[in-house]
């Protein structure tokens, strides 16, 4: 059985995203290029599962040294987990995919940045909280 984890940087009040990019997006600050490093640094030579929209966003060097795979909702999360049997799986996004994928995750790594703009994807709390049996 593969490993699952996930993965996600949050504003203030739970910001996700932003114009299919991430609300913060060309932000110089330390704190918002530590995130993007450190993203990279974790998930190499891991694999990704995530969302078309998200998966769009990631940039041509990231596939060099990670698995990154497209999921889409016709495919059931347990079926696509048993694709990678003995594997780090990090479920990438966006919510609807952290809201199928929750009550399969072992470990989740957020990062709560200053950022307190607007968004149009939010992260939901009820994820570290979802029981198997709802998935
Ligand atoms: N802050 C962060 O850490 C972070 C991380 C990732 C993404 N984001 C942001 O989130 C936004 C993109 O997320 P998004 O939700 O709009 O689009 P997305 O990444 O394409 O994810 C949602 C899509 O995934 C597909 N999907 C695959 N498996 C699924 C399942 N089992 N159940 C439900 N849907 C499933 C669905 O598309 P189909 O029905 O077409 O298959 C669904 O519409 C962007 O703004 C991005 O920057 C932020």
Known sequence: MA???AMCAIGQRGQLGLNERLPWEGNKGREYLADVARFFEVTRGHVIIAGPRTVASIPPFAYEDRTICEIRSEKN???VLAWFPDRVVFVGG???V???Y?????HWDITRLPYDGEADRWFDPAWLVQARSTG
């Open 77 to 79: 999360p347990a079926d």
């Open 98 to 100: 952290w809201e199928a």
């Open 94 to 96: 966006g919510p609807p």
């Open 3 to 5: 490993e699952i984890r």
């Open 102 to 106: 929750a009550p399969f995750i072992q």
